[in-house]
């Protein structure tokens, strides 16, 4: 079992930068593939970035490639999202999610363990 606890969101900005990061518990955080997803009020949870176990490939969705970057430190059982150019539609809960394969996946019922969220308010 994977716990996962997120931090790092706030309020910023536009054409700010926050740092996300999602703590995961256990001795075998390496062997899940980890993704980002977000949730604006009134919408479906979406998406973001993923990352494969190893850290040796990351995909995003269309909106923030270029803005945003994934990335994992295995031996602090980490994953990060660095958000650069925020924009007010990037105002959602950010969650983390654990899957135990290889590759993430665009897919949020793929994933098994979800942390509980942070906010990030985007200001115009």
């Known amino acids: 079992q994977v716990q996962l606890v997120e931090s790092g969101g706030g309020l910023v900005q536009?054409?700010?930068?926050l740092r996300l990061s999602c703590a995961g518990s256990g001795r075998t955080f390496s062997r899940y593939a980890m993704g980002w997803f977000r949730q604006a009020p009134g919408k479906e949870r979406e998406f973001v970035a993923g990352i494969t176990r190893s850290g040796g490939?990351?995909?995003y969705v269309d909106s923030v490639k270029g803005r945003f970057t994934i990335s994992r430190d295995n031996a602090k059982n980490t994953v990060y999202l660095q958000m650069n150019g925020l924009k007010p539609e990037d105002t959602a809960v950010y969650y983390c999610a654990s899957r135990p394969f290889l590759q993430e996946s665009r897919i949020a019922r793929e994933y098994d363990y979800w942390g509980r969220g942070t906010q990030v308010t985007v200001s115009l």
């Open 14 to 17: 536009t054409g700010d930068s």
């Open 57 to 59: 490939d990351t995909r």
